[in-house]
Structure formats: structure tokens, C-alpha cells
T-cell receptor, first 110, second 113 residues
């Protein structure tokens, strides 16, 4: 069945360094959108990025991701993290319902 | 996000009945209830698409959704169980070929004593 996998539960990075959060998926559908949502403590999830186009880079707030259908991946990257980036990040697959991965807690250390 | 309002925001219950309310002012045609337990991702409970209900079959029958019109969503809970302690998010989107972004309300935090 369809699934979204985030292998890292917790990622700790020093401020100013790059980070990559992994997301891979399995889906039987070819026309599906993929999302990254960010959730700060005691807040609702908010959309960070979305893509449905193969091999096209999408960017927002310094983060970027590229959907690679050949490897079933949609990794999230940032070249220089900030303290304010500390949050929970969810990769999600969307069609008529949104399926979330298990989430990755990003902690940025000074 | 004041475009999707939920009430109440916080709820503490024993084994009682209660309803959660949600209203969206975005003109969306699909509304959702998600449950987020501690340390877990949001899990879909119910989806209303143009007022047609699609349910997650794993949701206990004590949860009953209601969609009185396309902008409002209710979640009736009877005889709550401690495992129901969670944040319940209402969300909405526009369905169609271009699967749009899901907008979440601020959530209703339910604590079952």
C-alpha cells in the first residue's frame, strides 16, 4: 500500500551548517503531490513545500526539495540552518487524503 | 490562522459527551478531522468531500462527525476514553486534479481524566 517513510526521528545540527531530512515513499499512483509540513511546539502543521513535478526543485524560506520519482524520494534540505528552524518536520503524500510520515524532529544547536 | 476556527481550544473530560466545532472561511469544498496523539503524526479520522463522508474505519464508533454545511464541521464524542487524549485538528482544502495545500485550524486539545 501507499506509505511515506522518514527514517530519522531526531536530527541535531549546529547553527549555520547544512541539513537534509530524508523522505521516501511508496505509491501506486503516478499523479500524486508531495509535501513538507513544519510543526512548531503547540501549533498546527503548516505547509513548507509542495511538489508534483519530477526533477523540479521547489524552494521556500531557505528550504528546498526535489521530487525524484526514479528513487521515490523527496528529501528536504537547507544549506545553513537557523535556531528558529527547530521544529517537527513531516513529509506527506497527497491525493484525496494526506498521508503523513512519522516525522523528524530537527533541533538546531547554537 | 484565523481562517479556520476551532472551539473549544482546550477540553478536560471525564467519561462525558462533548462536541468539537470547526468553521472555515476559505471557500474550500473538503473538510477533515485529524487526530494527533503525543509524539505521533496527524492521523486522518474523517473526510467530507462536498458533504459526502469518507471515514477511517479504524476510528471508534463513539466519534460521530457532522457537516451541517460546507463551511462547518462538528465532531461529537460520547463516553470518551483515556486513549482519546490528543489534539484534534480540523483542516480544509480544495479538491480537484491539482491537490491543493491542506490548511489546519489551531486544534482542540482534549485531555481525558
Amino acid at each position: 500500500g501507499d506509505s511515506v517513510t522518514q527514517t530519522e526521528g531526531l536530527v541535531t545540527v549546529t547553527e549555520g551548517l547544512p541539513v537534509m531530512l530524508n523522505c521516501t515513499y511508496q505509491t501506486a499512483y503516478s499523479d500524486v503531490a508531495f509535501f513538507w509540513y513544519v510543526q512548531y511546539l503547540n501549533e498546527a502543521p503548516k505547509l513548507l513545500l509542495r511538489s508534483s513535478t519530477d526533477n523540479k526543485r521547489t524552494e521556500h524560506q531557505g528550504f528546498h526539495a526535489t521530487l525524484h520519482k526514479s528513487s521515490s524520494s523527496f528529501h528536504l534540505q537547507k544549506s545553513s540552518v537557523q535556531l528558529s528552524d527547530s521544529a517537527l518536520y513531516y513529509c506527506a503524500r497527497g491525493s484525496w487524503q494526506l498521508i503523513f510520515g512519522s516525522g523528524t524532529q530537527l533541533t538546531v544547536m547554537p | 490562522n484565523t481562517k479556520i476556527t476551532q472551539s473549544p481550544r482546550y477540553l478536560i473530560l471525564g467519561r462525558a459527551n462533548k462536541s468539537l466545532e470547526c468553521e472555515q472561511h476559505l471557500g474550500h469544498n473538503a473538510m477533515y478531522w485529524y487526530k494527533q496523539s503525543a509524539e505521533k503524526p496527524p492521523e486522518l479520522m474523517f473526510l467530507y468531500n462536498l458533504k459526502q463522508l469518507i471515514r477511517n474505519e479504524t476510528v471508534p464508533s463513539r466519534f460521530i462527525p457532522e457537516c451541517p454545511d460546507s463551511s462547518k464541521l462538528l465532531l461529537h464524542i460520547s463516553a470518551v476514553d483515556p486513549e482519546d487524549s490528543a489534539v484534534y485538528f480540523c483542516a480544509s482544502r480544495n479538491r480537484g486534479r491539482d491537490t491543493g495545500q491542506l490548511y489546519f485550524g489551531e486544534g482542540s486539545k482534549l485531555t481525558v481524566l
